[in-house]
């Protein structure tokens, strides 16, 4: 009954006006951003943050929560018209989402990933919901120790899960962790790699990291393209929208089974949502009575996925809102927002900030119905985002972005930051250097730093403190079994000679 | 037969990006940067102290940080090297798009130049060489656009977020006439 009056209390707070139009908007504009083809999930909460930094905080989070669930729900709308993902995660949605646009059921497409991801974005708030208070009881219990095989738990396991070689995702890391050195010591006070220069004394802000390396590095990738017209895309009236029942019914375990896979997801490092998609796909082939479909317009193919990548993204919330870690690039975002409006996530904050969380958790529940409406009806609205011309949206980016990072702190520095990690999150892309595993270095730097010093403080020279503590015990095991499972399946696979029903069809995709 | 594969590992492999190939000078100017700056970062994080008495000091993370670095940039260069030839080509050219140069240049002119026109004029500046850049859009055009960003983005960053822009020497800007 208190998880009821507590979120009551959050609905009571999200009536307020200025909170509901900041929730409406924030869905609105990542909608907008997540449309556009090539912005993606993370571009547009990097290019959209500082907006909310001169709100009050709740008002601010529902914001950047607002563009993180609208760019995630916007990324299927290219796939499926354009055969063009809007991002990442939307890639798997292209193979059946297009085929159904091109055989005249873009309607039924939409539709269908419209209300998978607002089944799997309430299904993971609920679920982060009823986990998150003895999750944080428990959660209170970790000490320096904990947090470290917590952040090198994230970091290996990223390392799987990134792409690209293990040394290339390392140098990354490497990179992330040292930007985030730079300025005053928070332990001994000193100044570090600061050059003499007092503009680098309070280290580099994150907002010009982010936006530069996925909002400029974006802009530079779309500006390789040769063409600058906007694009033709087909009419999508509200009647094409409507499922026959046949399609409910083959949807709707798909998006079931999509979002609590995504969820599971959700709660690894790494960018869950992609891999989510993935591995929700090839469930949803395997179980399929219409395998012979998938590829030429299988409902299954995008109700899965398409639920998956939003299960994943409430997932990844309960790391970030439980333990204050976050474990993919949207919530490293969202935790750079949080801590410019001095909220500080983790095991504490539903008891030190028990209005603004179920504020948050709240605000997560109206986004996903807000959502919805904006989705199905309006759909229109948002297709016709597609035919703005390329040369007009990369000015008004490259705009928003500069002023986005000059108006954080109000410093020149900044954008002299930005420019740089544009530059570098460029040829991140170029060389095949992960710009995720970067980004989550540089937030969780300081986290890992404070920690390990912590801990060796703590452990007086015993090399075995990390193991002799349980939960991190737990926790150094788990990265264990994480890292080395695969290789040792694939060397009994490779031994066995074995080729699955599973794998061939992966091949024939 | 079981399925042995987990799902990253079923990920298709990613085509190597299309536009602008690094080719190998820029493969190892790339490496080379980023060797000095992770030699030249431990040398620093050397200076400054790895232990002080009985606890890490302020260089013992900076050392760990920047081992790391320099060992995985070796042994990625390393293992580049001995994969050389087996990875897959690019698909495009290898000169830099002059659009690349003109978006970092609009950033850096408007690093350099807004404590001097001021952001009104600047964004109009970028936004008319970036619009110039991409597209042939007739002269009336490409103003009402300069002007209606410039003018946009004073009004929602500078007066309704409360953003403090520069108004310049001349003092051109909402801010300064409201």
Redesign the interface.
């Known amino acids: 009954m208190d998880v009821i009056s507590d979120l009551g209390t959050g609905f009571a707070a999200i009536m307020d006006p200025a909170l509901l139009l900041m929730l409406v908007l924030g869905v609105l504009v990542g909608s907008i951003v997540g449309v556009l083809p090539g912005v993606g999930p993370v571009g547009a909460m990097a290019l959209l943050l500082p907006l909310s930094f001169a709100l009050d905080p709740g008002a601010g989070l529902i914001l950047i929560a607002g563009i993180y669930l609208g760019a995630q729900y916007g990324g299927s709308t290219s796939s499926i018209l354009l055969g063009v993902p809007g991002e990442a995660s939307s890639v798997v949605t292209t193979l059946d989402g297009h085929p159904m646009a091109r055989n005249g059921r873009a309607g039924v497409a939409l539709a269908i990933s419209a209300i998978g991801s607002f089944v799997a974005g309430t299904l993971g708030v609920l679920l982060l919901m009823v986990i998150a208070k003895p999750l944080s009881s428990f959660a209170a219990q970790f000490a320096p120790p904990e947090y470290l095989a917590l952040a090198l738990f994230a970091l290996l396991v990223l390392s799987r899960l990134a792409g690209g070689s293990i040394f290339s995702t390392f140098a990354a890391v490497g990179l992330g962790l040292m930007l985030a050195t730079i300025g005053l010591d928070s332990t001994t006070g000193a100044a570090r790699f600061t050059l003499g220069n007092a503009d680098l004394l309070q280290g580099v802000e994150v907002t010009a990291v982010a936006v530069g390396v996925f909002g400029i590095a974006e802009v530079l990738l779309l500006a390789e393209e040769s063409s600058s017209a906007a694009t033709r895309v087909a009419r999508v009236p509200f009647r094409s929208m409507i499922p026959t029942r046949t399609d409910l019914r083959r949807a709707t375990p798909a998006i079931f089974r999509g979002s609590l896979l995504g969820f599971g997801f959700g709660l690894i490092p790494g960018p869950s949502a992609v891999v989510s998609t993935y591995a929700s796909y090839f469930l949803e082939k395997r179980l399929s009575k219409h395998k012979d479909e998938f590829g030429k317009g299988a409902i299954e193919g995008v109700a899965g996925p398409e639920s998956a990548n939003n299960g994943a993204a409430g997932g990844s919330m309960v790391p970030l809102l439980i333990l204050g870690l976050p474990f993919n690039a949207p919530t490293a975002l969202l935790i750079a927002g949080f801590t410019i409006h001095g909220v500080i996530p983790g095991p504490l904050f539903i008891d030190n900030e028990p209005v603004l969380f179920w504020t948050l958790i709240a605000g997560l529940f109206a986004a996903n119905v807000v959502l919805l409406v904006f989705n199905l009806p309006l759909v229109g609205l948002f297709t016709s985002l597609l035919r703005v011309p390329k040369d007009l949206l990369l000015a008004l980016i490259v705009v928003v972005a500069i002023l986005g990072t000059y108006g954080t702190r109000g410093r020149p520095v900044d954008v002299f930051w930005l420019l740089v990690m544009g530059i570098l999150g460029y040829l991140m892309v170029k060389i095949g250097i992960s710009r995720i595993a970067f980004i989550l270095a540089f937030v969780m730097g300081p986290l890992l730093e404070s920690s390990l010093k912590q801990t060796i403080v703590l452990a007086r020279g015993d090399a075995g403190y990390l193991l002799g503590r349980p939960i991190s015990m737990v926790v150094i095991v788990i990265t264990v079994i994480v890292l080395t499972l695969p290789i040792v399946v694939r060397r009994i696979a490779a031994r066995r000679n074995a080729t699955s029903p599973l794998d061939m069809e992966i091949d024939a995709t | 037969?079981?399925?042995?594969?987990?799902?990253?590992?079923?990920?298709p492999a990613?085509d190597p990006?299309?536009?602008?190939?690094?080719g190998p000078g820029v493969?190892l100017a790339?490496d080379l940067t980023?060797l000095a700056l992770?030699a030249g970062?431990l040398v620093?994080?050397v200076q400054?102290g790895f232990w002080?008495e009985?606890?890490?000091?302020?260089?013992?993370?900076?050392v760990l940080?920047?081992t790391?670095?320099?060992v995985?940039?070796v042994?990625?260069m390393i293992?580049r090297k001995a994969t050389a030839g087996t990875e897959r080509s690019p698909r495009r050219t290898t000169r830099l798009?002059w659009?690349?140069v003109?978006?970092?240049a609009?950033?850096?002119a408007?690093?350099v130049l807004?404590?001097v026109v001021g952001?009104l004029i600047i964004?109009m500046l970028?936004?008319t060489a970036?619009?110039m850049s991409?597209?042939r859009?007739p002269w009336w055009q490409v103003v009402i656009?300069a002007v209606g960003?410039a003018v946009g983005?004073d009004l929602l960053?500078g007066e309704?977020?409360?953003?403090?822009?520069d108004d310049g020497w001349f003092g051109i800007g909402f801010g300064s006439w409201m």
């Open positions: 037969m079981t399925d042995t594969t987990t799902p990253e590992d079923r990920l990613a990006p299309a536009g602008w190939h690094a493969q790339v980023l992770g970062y620093l994080a400054l002080d009985d606890r890490p000091g302020a260089g013992f993370y900076p940080v920047g790391l670095l320099l995985c940039l042994g990625d293992r798009p659009r690349i003109i978006v970092l609009s950033v850096l408007y690093l807004v404590p952001h964004t970028i936004v970036l619009v991409f597209s859009r656009a960003t983005t960053f309704l977020l409360g953003v403090r822009l």
